[in-house]
């Protein structure tokens, strides 16, 4: 079968959509959080799912190959806040926390921005996926989250204007 090189985006409309690189061309969408914004997204490993970040704190997988199916779910609105809205850093009053999404290269780890000094990591699995941890020793909003690409590290930044990185027992 021929491979299609694919692009995704998200959207204010709550709208996931999927591009086709080689033609220009849309080749799917659909609604990824009911009412809300679809903030930041991001390949599963396999390019076979996505994640979608809504403004309503919902942390979603979806299936590429059956539309509209959530392979499972998370609520992270605790570490957003209420409703999920990006709220401006104590610290950093100005800036506003633009949510973001890192896999890591095995496909078995999600970590999510955060406004809050904390961010969650989500620990994914075959048949249940759940926020397994809290990441935490910024005193400002985590402004960056990005993986290690060989190795068990994750780094996260700060508007405190700090780079953590963070070691995982493999």
């Given at each position: 079968?021929?491979?299609?090189?694919?692009?995704?985006?998200?959207?204010?409309?709550?709208?996931?959509?999927?591009?086709?690189?080689?033609?220009?061309?849309?080749?799917?969408?659909?609604p990824s959080h009911a009412k809300?914004?679809a903030c930041s997204i991001c390949?599963?490993?396999?390019?076979?799912?996505?994640?979608?970040?809504?403004?309503?704190?919902?942390?979603?997988?979806?299936?590429?190959?059956?539309?509209?199916?959530?392979?499972?779910?998370?609520?992270?609105?605790?570490?957003?806040?209420?409703?999920?809205?990006?709220?401006s850093s104590s610290q950093a009053?100005?800036?506003?926390?633009?949510?973001?999404?890192?896999?890591?290269?095995?496909?078995?780890?999600?970590?999510?921005?955060?406004?809050?000094?904390?961010?969650?990591?989500?620990?994914?699995?075959?048949?249940?996926?759940?926020?397994?941890?809290?990441?935490?020793?910024?005193?400002?909003?985590?402004?960056?989250?990005?993986?290690?690409?060989?190795?068990?590290?994750?780094?996260?930044?700060?508007?405190?204007?700090?780079?953590?990185?963070?070691?995982?027992?493999?």
């Open positions: 079968p021929k491979q299609i090189e694919q692009a995704a985006a998200a959207s204010d409309d709550g709208m996931v959509r999927l591009f086709d690189m080689a033609g220009r061309t849309p080749i799917m969408g659909w809300a914004a390949f599963g490993p396999d390019q076979n799912s996505i994640f979608s970040l809504g403004s309503d704190g919902k942390l979603v997988e979806w299936s590429l190959h059956s539309l509209r199916t959530k392979l499972w779910s998370a609520d992270v609105s605790r570490i957003w806040g209420r409703g999920g809205d990006a709220v009053s100005a800036r506003m926390v633009l949510p973001q999404l890192a896999l890591d290269l095995q496909g078995r780890n999600l970590l999510t921005t955060s406004p809050n000094c904390s961010t969650p990591l989500v620990r994914l699995g075959s048949n249940k996926s759940n926020v397994v941890s809290v990441l935490e020793g910024h005193s400002g909003a985590v402004t960056a989250v990005d993986w290690h690409p060989n190795l068990s590290r994750c780094l996260t930044g700060s508007a405190d204007n700090s780079v953590r990185v963070t070691t995982f027992d493999s």
